[in-house]
């Protein structure tokens, strides 16, 4: 898309907050007015959909989930309860109409919930409720609906699901229903011995359950399967379009020394924040805090632009 028909945003009072009272509030959506350089030519951005389970939204996800609304899109994120501090800005829906709670799983070393957000953003694409996005992911451009298989190169072997569209009907999808619903999986790209490990487990009565197997078994591993085995791994974007900074420079975006805008290219949607590996790593202790923002840093930028204090 041309530069001049990209989606831009105004706010009337220049951020998503504004004062009521002598206190600071968020901004509605409705408050934020939208323009088009060129309304013939631009195309919608995508819904988009996030979950977040937790007691509180933390501030590098509300400054994520808030670029989105300042890219021009909805955002609808799942929840169970009313988590604290979400953005009127963010329609909040009941998690429950997708999974019952009592479906959440949770890696068995770490604790986290990606095995259960990945099975959940591929039935929210099965109900054909629109895109996906990570809470950390950061917008940067609209997410446009340019093909019905979205998704990028998150490194030189694996395809991210961090952010991602694929649209009800297709092939990819209804693969990636089927495999990540499994409990007790053998995954087909695991190595041969851990195959032959997973399936002797299984012959024994003793089967490996999902939760214990290796980090990401139904995320990016299993796209970058998918992908291959129906030969559209030609399809996933370039890294550069929603990977720029890789894990391994996770702690650039904070940095005023980080040269950002080399990794940035014209047609980059948005940077993945690498929000685990931030909080110390996938062993790291719960609580630990994120680095700070430097002034001048990505991460301070784009917070300064929607008015978010870190």
């Known amino acids: 898309m041309h530069a001049q028909q990209t989606a831009c945003v105004a706010f009337a009072a220049g951020s998503f907050l504004r004062a009521e009272g002598g206190k600071t509030a968020w901004r509605s959506r409705d408050e934020i007015r939208y323009t088009h350089a060129n309304d013939d030519h631009v195309m919608q951005p995508l819904q988009l ?4 389970i937790g007691e ?15 890219a021009g899109h909805r955002l609808r994120l799942f929840a169970y309860g009313r988590p604290h501090g979400v953005p009127d800005a963010i329609e909040l829906a009941d998690a429950r109409e997708i999974y019952p709670e009592s479906a959440i799983i949770r890696h ?17 694409a099965r109900r054909g409720f629109g895109a996906w996005m990570d809470t950390d992911i950061l917008m940067l451009r609209p997410l446009e609906p340019e093909s019905p298989l979205i998704c990028g190169w998150e490194s030189s072997s694996l395809v991210g699901n961090s952010l991602l569209y694929l649209g009800p009907g297709s092939s990819v999808l209804k693969a990636m229903c089927e495999e990540s619903a499994k409990d007790y999986p053998n995954p087909q790209w695991y190595l041969p011995p851990l195959r032959a490990y997973l399936d002797l487990r299984r012959r024994l009565g003793r089967p490996v359950h999902i939760s214990r197997l290796p980090w990401g078994v139904v995320g990016p591993g299993l796209l970058t399967h998918v992908l291959r085995s129906q ?3 030609n399809q996933a ?3 550069h379009r929603i990977y720029p900074i890789s894990y391994k420079e996770k702690f650039g975006p904070f940095r005023r020394d980080y040269d ?13 924040l ?6 110390g790593g996938l062993s790291a202790p719960t609580g630990r805090s994120l680095p700070i923002a430097e002034p001048g840093s990505l991460v301070a930028i784009k917070a300064r632009e929607i008015g978010l204090r870190l």
């Open 237 to 239: 974007w370039p890294i």
């Open 274 to 279: 690498w929000a685990q590996g931030l909080y």
């Open 49 to 52: 959909n996030a979950l977040w």
């Open 260 to 272: 950002h805008r080399a990794r940035i290219k014209s047609d980059t949607v948005c940077v993945h």
């Open 56 to 70: 509180r939204l933390a501030t590098l996800q509300q400054l994520c989930l808030l670029s989105a609304i300042q």
């Open 108 to 124: 068995h070393r770490t604790g986290s919930p990606s095995l259960f957000a990945d099975r959940f953003r591929y039935e929210i």
């Open 231 to 233: 030969g559209k791994l």
